[in-house]
């Protein structure tokens, strides 16, 4: 019967997470909970996010109490159908604990550095990760990100293929310069950054601003674009929240900044003090303001979307899909409506960081899209 | 991001404004370090290695090695700084302020006010400080409250090589005299600061961590004690916040009234003397505006009233450690 147990277990979210404190859980034992169910709550040194159950059944015990602090791959509770004897849980808890040896669920010790090459005269940064031979996947991040917003995808979806996330011009460790264009010009540097790494076709994820760069790419060189996941893009609509992109602009205290990044997420307790603190860092490098300025001018001159691709979803020839947080409070959920009910997957409980605040499903639907590419 | 050592990071901070505003010279005592004599000009590069490198880039013109002569090097600096240019000098210890004090205190300081607003005096003062390194009484001082004290000088006491960096970048940009103190014991530190240039403004306190139990607040080489005492009251169930006020003129008193609102219990840390230090000023400001917040009286921990002693082993005991911290933070815990 003892395939009938489940363990749950540390989540590795990111490639530099090593370890995780339990806040909260969200079920007692006792509780009947189904696969994808909010189970525990847990607090890295990046983020605090919710661990889904891995599988329907009972939650027959909990073994790490809110506070103890575990390594990735330990052991957290464990899920089991009511039948299952009491005995039977006791020994999968034993020797599990026996068996566990911290670090070893946490993959290669290495940790993939960032890499840099020049792409159209810029310095572009980007981090690879994965080797297998299977098509490759990038990831876009949005304005005023850089490619650590995809520190709970990019790792997970890197299984059989090499995935790659770039900083766009102005922002993270590349060039602090943006080219002119909007998005037509960051796709125009993507689109030669990718010339110059090798990769000639790939699955495009693209998050917010990043979503409509992949978006103009799809549309401009459909031939080198497998499969096409948009996450609360920009170019559907001409609305966004003119406020939060004036006062990302603005902000140069942590007070500040933590009140613009409330914007983000359906839920603030996401918000850590690194997170708060790396973007200020971001904000100090030369250049920075002058570039993101140019971008706001550019993409979103009087607070308003420059360019509204939607009309042109018709001419997508690959798999797409389009996933956005039910919250969103930078790009209002409703321009999902734009793509046909079957490529729209608007998540609850998410705000405009969907991609971390609902990474296990978004990281699924990802894969079921790339898969059937 | 990279990672350098707080001696780096300043040596590139100063090369990197030098290539960027041909107005930015450094001056002082050995900063090549072989003027005058045979044999290898770049000699030395500052008592502390700092601005090695500096003299073969730029040449002689703009890294200018002094005589022992302070009054005459930071008046010349201050001087120059009036005309147009942004001199860095380096004061080899803060000890020595005493022979240069009115240039700072009396001249640097008020022009800008004395002046009807119109005057700017761009010069940053670099100097060490701290005890530990068996440099004795003469060389071992922690003076920033002395210089924190003086309307119109801007004082700097970074913690990390990323501040280090950020903060007198900062520096040489602003356009009134500031002061940067250097602490000794942290020149070999390594710490994560971007290869590009950045700044830091000043009045930011950084919180280096939160906890809902007790406020330190440290300076300079403190900051990493208080992180070491942190480290041992987690593991008794007592969390701290740490800030470094990173500047302390201008000062950020807001950040450290809100975290003593949450916590209700303040230790400083100043390795400086007892008396009218950064502690004891602190301590009065958030007495005044946070009592009512006060879960327990203010703890300010700081080198005795006395020399910095020569003795090994004095020099030791003299210093605020870890423990100190500790022992204060569980006593807080008490009431």
Redesign the interface.
Known sequence: MSSAITPVTMPKWGMSMTDGTVTSWLAQEGDIVSAGQDLVEIETTKITNVCEAPAAGMLRRVVASPGENLPVGALLAVLAEAAVPKSEVDAFVASFRQEFVPGEAEGPAVEPIPENVEANGLKINYLAVGDGAGMPMVFIHGFGGDLSSWQMNQAALASGRRALAPDLPGHG?SS?SAPAGGVEGLATVVGAWLDVVGVAKAHLVGHSLGGAVALVLALREPARVASLTLVAPAGFGPDINADFIDAFRAA???RSMRAVLEYLFADGRSIT?ELVENLL?YK????VPAALDKLAAECFPGGRQAAVLAGRLGELAMPWQVIWGAADRILPAVQAEAAPAHRRHVLEGAGHMVHLERADEVNRLIEVLASSA | ?AIKSYRQALNEAIAQEMRRDPTVFVIGEDVCGGTGAAGEKEAWGGAMGVTKGLFTEFGANRVIDTPISESAFVGAAVGAATQGLRPIVELMFVDFLGVCLDQLMNQAGKFRYMFGGKAETPVVVRTCIGAGLRAAAQHSQCLYSMFTHLPGLKCVVPSSP?DAK?LLIQAIRDNDPVIFFEHKLLYDMEGEA?D??????FG?AN?I??GEHVTIVALARMVHFAKEAAAVLRKEGVNCTIIDPRTTSPMDFD?ILDSVEETGRLVVVDESYPRCNMGTDIAAVVADRAFHALKAPIKVISAPHTPVPFAPNLEDAYIPGPDKIVAAARLLMKR
Not at chain 1, 284 to 287: N, S
Not at chain 2, 196 to 201: F, G, L, N
């Open positions: 460790a602090k140069d205290k942590r003090p860092k100090r490098l030369d250049g | 991001m990323y950020g971007p590009e240039s950045y700044v830091i403004p930011e919180t961590q939160e950040t």
